[in-house]
């Protein structure tokens, strides 16, 4: 744990201290939608009951008392923030995706960085495999086909096509990407991976290049983060690659792929389907997708379940009280 | 093998003799839609092709020599049908089902039946999960809500429901539901099972009542054939038992639930919601399900796959074939 920067020593537990002020850059969702009251063994800051816009109030008496950061995946941290807040020593964030957060700037400060850990993997890959089934068996189309009366009126839906024996490539081999690779074995679906690097112990098939990945799969779920390397890695070429019969599902992060390019291939019959929980311009989903029958958008809430934000509200919890208790945080990002 | 009624010993096997007469009750789609060719040592009789109305066309002298009759499940062959037809030693359904077929008479007569096996049992464990997996996590609504340009005014759909931990009740733990149960497990779902009877070297926890299963499940997924027994077997006992966050899948037949009932629960919010692929009157849906946001309608299209219907079609002349050849049926379905 690192020490407070105006202490020699540790700083003293939660119970004999006065409750560290935390700095909240959003209320946070999951607990406002599940109606749990925030922990009153902290000090919440909340900069939109201030009369200060957010740099004047970061600069302010009130921030500068902060010792942690509580923020969600919309609002950034960033190296100027830090640097206006000397006595910040942990950001605990509640989204799963790290690329708001300046974590070389945190390491440099050495502040430690919590995230979501493990709350949301799961549910992030029943989603996943949820989208991929939909958009093969065309459930959600099959489903707006009797609401509008053809099945009495016109007959037969199309066929769909079978998971069983589909190869599918799993681009970001992480807790999520682990998690739907052994969900499509179930299912009889041939796994192979795309990762920065091979993963030790992992029995499947991998590919350096996700372009040779897709070259070789039926299907492509993005369960990666968003990062330099990955942003727009999922080129137009990668999804030529996957073919006119290709399936592409993405529960990582809407600029992962080129959705300019992956739009125009499925609106040109070359691609075919998409099953997508995030876009490069949320909440704006291109006006194009909206057309096909082919696709299936969900609004970027693979984490919503009762069970997932309840989890997370307990890991925000515990993160805090395990850090100013100097205990070791329930779900530190490490260095890779 | 049955012998012709008209001969003493076994018929001529199939290259030495004439092709035999086999009736198609209803068109085979499985072949027109992929564009595969009927067998041509075989001579089929296409009673949509006659100007007469098929109760006439069967008594017709162009029907008398029907040696086989193939059948999907929806039309039914009956105990008259079959007097009608004298010559009839094999029925062959396209069905996973043989609630349609008059099996006591087939017995009567020495006719044989075969129907399609294992051929469709992972399309329809795929879709029975899909179904599941969308009502949890409103894979479809949310699909819909994006679609009428929700999400960037309305902001969030309701919060889902997690798969893993939820208790699934298997109704029907035959080739379909074993497969079902073999995929919830890999979402982390607990697994227990009705059926006539137990099934040895199963894991999981049998329960002889289907309304004490509902009592202990969260989810409801319907395998099991329809039958005197199973008719209605789903009633609003059941449901309620099943309880107000419980859910229904139906991929068996609409009859085994009373839909009537089903629907009125679910009308009344005493249900989380419905996944049904079948109907009590397909293809007609009782109108109250379509204003309803957390039910998944499937127009009986859990075996709409091209590799299905290829398996169907092997399987509809891997039977003939073998039959007339006086070899065993590859998917003998008179014990059921």
Not at chain 1, 186 to 199: L, P
Not at chain 1, 251 to 276: F, N, T, Y
Not at chain 2, 84 to 91: C, D, E, F, I, S
Not at chain 2, 231 to 238: F, K, Q, S
């Amino acid at each position: 744990m690192t020490s407070h920067p105006q202490n020699d020593g540790a700083p003293p537990p939660l119970d004999r201290r006065p409750p560290p002020p935390v700095l909240l850059l959003r209320h946070p969702t999951q607990f406002s939608v599940l109606d749990r009251p925030l922990p009153d063994t902290f000090r919440f800051l909340k900069p939109w009951k201030s009369p200060l816009p957010l740099g004047d109030f970061l600069s302010s008496a009130d921030a500068r008392a902060a010792e942690a950061i509580l923020t969600s995946g919309m609002t950034p941290v960033t190296a100027e923030m830090l640097r206006r807040l000397p006595g910040v020593r942990l950001v605990v964030t509640t989204s799963a995706g790290l690329e708001h957060i300046d974590v070389a700037e945190c390491r440099r400060r050495g502040i430690a960085v919590a995230d979501a850990g493990d709350a949301y993997s799961e549910d992030v890959a029943d989603l996943a495999v949820g989208l991929l089934i939909d958009v093969l068996r065309k459930v959600s189309a099959s489903d707006r086909y009797v609401r509008r009366g053809s099945w009495s009126g016109e007959g037969e839906f199309a066929l769909g096509s079978k998971l069983g024996g589909k190869r599918v490539g799993i681009v970001g081999l992480g807790r999520t990407g682990l998690k739907v690779a052994k969900r499509l074995e179930a299912f009889g679906c041939a796994v192979s991976y795309n990762s920065r690097k091979a993963k030790p112990y992992v029995s499947y098939p991998f590919h350096s290049n996700v372009c040779e990945l897709a070259t070789n799969c039926d299907a492509l779920v993005i369960c990666c983060g968003l990062n330099e390397e990955t942003h727009h890695m999922i080129t137009r070429e990668v999804l030529l690659a996957l073919g006119k019969e290709g399936v592409v599902v993405n529960i990582g992060r809407g600029s992962i792929i080129d959705e300019k390019e992956m739009v125009q291939l499925l609106v040109q019959g070359e691609l075919g389907g998409a099953g997508l929980d995030v876009f490069e311009n949320e909440p704006n989903v291109p006006e194009e997708l909206l057309a096909l029958d082919n696709v299936v958008l969900s609004p970027h809430r693979a984490v919503f379940t009762q069970e997932s934000l309840s989890d997370l509200c307990d890991l925000v919890i515990g993160n805090l009280e395990a850090f100013f208790s100097n205990k070791p945080l329930l779900s530190p990002v490490l260095d890779e | 093998m049955a012998s012709h009624p008209e001969n003493d010993g076994p018929p001529p096997p199939l290259g030495r003799r004439a092709p035999p007469c086999v009736l198609l009750l209803c068109h085979p789609i499985e072949f027109s839609l992929l564009d595969r060719p009927l067998p041509d040592n075989f001579r089929f009789l296409k009673p949509w092709e006659s100007p007469l109305p098929l109760d006439d066309f069967l008594s017709s002298a162009d029907a008398r020599p029907a040696e086989a009759i193939l059948t999907n499940g929806r039309a039914p062959v009956t105990a008259d049908m079959l007097r009608r037809l004298p010559g009839v030693r094999l029925v062959f359904t396209s069905s996973a089902g043989v609630n349609h077929i008059d099996l006591a008479e087939c017995r009567r007569r020495g006719i044989a039946v075969a129907g399609a096996g294992d051929a469709y049992s992972e399309d329809v464990a795929d879709l029975a999960v899909g179904l599941l997996i969308d009502v949890l996590r409103k894979v479809s609504a949310s699909d819909r809500h994006v679609r009428r340009g929700l999400w960037s005014s309305e902001g969030e759909v309701a919060l889902s429901s997690k798969l893993g931990g939820k208790r699934v009740g298997i109704v029907g733990l035959g080739k379909i539901g074993l497969k079902v149960a073999k995929r919830l497990e890999a979402f982390g779902c607990a697994v227990s099972y009705n059926s006539r009877k137990t099934k040895p070297c199963v894991p999981y926890p049998f329960y002889s009542d289907v309304g004490e299963l509902a009592a202990n499940c969260d989810a409801l997924v319907i395998c099991c054939g329809l039958n005197e027994q199973t008719h209605h077997m789903i009633t609003r006992e059941v449901l309620l038992a099943l309880g107000k966050e419980g859910v229904i899948v139906n991929v068996g037949r609409g009859s085994i639930v009373d839909e009537k009932e089903m629907v009125q629960l679910l009308v009344q919010a005493e249900l989380r919601g419905a996944g049904l692929d079948v109907f009590e009157n397909e293809p007609d849906i009782p109108e109250e399900l379509l204003a309803l946001d957390n039910v998944v309608l499937s127009p009986h299209s859990a075996v709409f796959t091209p590799e299905s219907f290829s398996d169907i079609c092997d399987l509809a002349i891997g039977n003939l074939e073998a039959f007339f050849s006086n070899k065993p049926l590859l998917s003998p379905a008179l014990y059921q």
